[in-house]
């Protein structure tokens, strides 16, 4: 098991940016595939990006695509999710997610999760 902690969420005005990390311990990390997924209220958690273990494959849900860079720096066991343009509709808990085995859209396949990060974008 791996042990996920998020930083980086506030409230933002719509337009504005953050950057949210992600730190990762406990398993070798540069062996993890990584990924980023968002919750709003009485919604289900939802696919935002997910980054391969050697960077190599980067994948975004369509909402983010333009707006959002996810990146990893193995060296220090951490990845980070660039948000630019922020949009109300971008409300959500962040989570981060890690899993040995592959990528997927789907929150339920992944291995580990961190407690999470609220970001509020206000109009």
């Known amino acids: 098991q791996v042990q996920l902690v998020e930083s980086g969420g506030r409230l933002v005005q719509a337009g504005g940016s953050l950057r949210l990390a992600c730190a990762a311990s406990g398993r070798t990390f540069s062996k993890l595939h990584m990924g980023w997924f968002r919750q709003a209220p009485g919604k289900e958690r939802e696919f935002v990006a997910a980054i391969a273990y050697s960077s190599g494959n980067i994948y975004y849900d369509d909402s983010v695509k333009g707006r959002f860079t996810i990146s990893r720096d193995n060296a220090q066991n951490m990845i980070f999710l660039q948000m630019n343009n922020l949009k109300p509709e971008d409300t959500a808990v962040y989570y981060c997610?890690?899993?040995?085995?592959?990528?997927?859209?789907?929150?339920?396949?992944?291995?580990?999760w961190g407690q999470g990060t609220q970001v509020t974008v206000s109009s």
């Open positions: 997610a890690a899993d040995a085995l592959g990528l997927s859209a789907i929150w339920r396949d992944w291995e580990s």
